[in-house]
DNA sequence: TAGATTGTTAATCGATTAACAATC
DNA sequence: TAGATTGTTAATCGATTAACAATC
């Protein structure tokens, strides 16, 4: 189960579970991997042998059952119990990012926001409960949150990292345009908005 | 100088730009590969190689000259003119897209944002006038959009995308977590927060 | 000069794609 | 059965890494 599993098979899993979701509320039973292809931008190839690593299989008439492959997905991607995450950072980006994860995924919440800004903290925003950077480390050890998301200024990020590493935190999501050194055992995904933007601008160029 | 460049490559030159204009910030003049990498997270080789896809040379003994290197690579990724970028979704994360871009990038800024719900347009919000979703195509095509950026539903994406396409934008940015189908010639960057944070969290579980 | 770095090619690595027997 | 799809291996592709002569 603890196989290793690249970087960007976990990814499309993810995504394949949020559309299998869909397709179950929607009333559909199975699918054949091009279908499933076609709905994440993955190939058919692609596809089956992820479907293979979490261990599931389908029938060559049939297809994939899709609550039965969402499940043995759910199986792989979450933890035996929930996963804690905290933010730190609540500004603009950290607010929009606590807006979005309200309540929505149950095994995988935000319970903890952190912020240097007396104004940003003691109160509640969309729900989550905002600290203090002052007692992050303090905080993320008592809950035993192993993931973390960096919405804070480039500047702030990797005096924000280490504390976070300091404190047990094992997966950080960057939104800082910041590069992060961190241990080997630690996974770092960065998200750089403006490179991103730059990309696009280029290539609609070309 | 219209080069095939790969995806990644232009992502890295991105970033290595915004590193080289803090440096030149700081009065330093010059850097070596490795510098370059350290900050950046790349290879010193990845360096070299990228340095050399825009057609720039540095000196054995005193490494790139910063400001020419940063110059050389803004020559590459820019292009002659500066960019219009339009925004659709004016929501929480549409918003902290702006406040973002505020006044940060003169040669791409976001010059006009749309959204269904007439509360939110007819307004500046950051800087930039909100219209509403009908007039889209109308305004992309007038003012010669081709770069956009996607900040709305899931439900709402694909048809978002169609008309952007149908106006003339070229390259996409997507918030959205739904794979957009679009035609070979539009480039689109992908940014699924939702299956960052799981990927993060699984590794963070490993 | 000696030594470190550059520019650039060759070797390696990993992921994607093609292919196909087994299956229902 | 006939036919399409599955599971899985082999071939391909592209990017990363290693290597090294040329350079200052």
Chains 1, 2 share one sequence.
């Not at 409960?129 to 992050?136: A, G, I, M, Q, S």
């Not at 804070?152 to 990020?157: D, F, L, R, T, Y």
């Amino acid at each position: 189960m603890t196989n290793k599993l690249s970087d960007k098979t976990v990814g499309r899993l993810s995504l394949y579970r949020r559309l299998l979701n869909n397709l179950a509320r929607s009333g559909v039973k199975y699918l054949f991997s091009h279908d499933l292809a076609a709905e994440s931008g993955a190939t058919a190839a692609q596809v089956r042998r992820d479907v293979m690593a979490v261990g599931y299989s389908g029938s060559p008439t049939k297809g994939y059952e899709i609550a039965e492959l969402a499940a043995s997905i759910a199986r792989f991607l979450d933890g035996e119990c929930s996963q804690s995450v905290a933010l730190i950072g609540v500004g603009n980006l950290g607010r929009a990012i606590l807006a979005y994860f309200s309540g929505r995924r149950p095994n995988l919440a935000i319970v903890a926001a952190f912020d240097r800004d007396e104004h940003r903290v003691n109160r509640v925003i969309h729900g989550c409960r905002c600290y203090p950077v002052d007692v992050l480390q303090e905080k993320v050890a008592e809950v035993g949150i192993r993931t973390a998301i960096i919405a804070v200024p480039a500047g702030e990020a990797q005096t924000v990292a280490d504390r976070l590493v300091r404190s047990g935190v094992r997966g950080i999501l960057n939104f800082a345009p910041t590069h992060l050194r961190v241990p080997p055992n630690v996974f770092v995904q960065e998200i750089d908005i403006t490179t991103s933007l730059e990309k696009v601008a280029f290539f609609a160029r070309q």
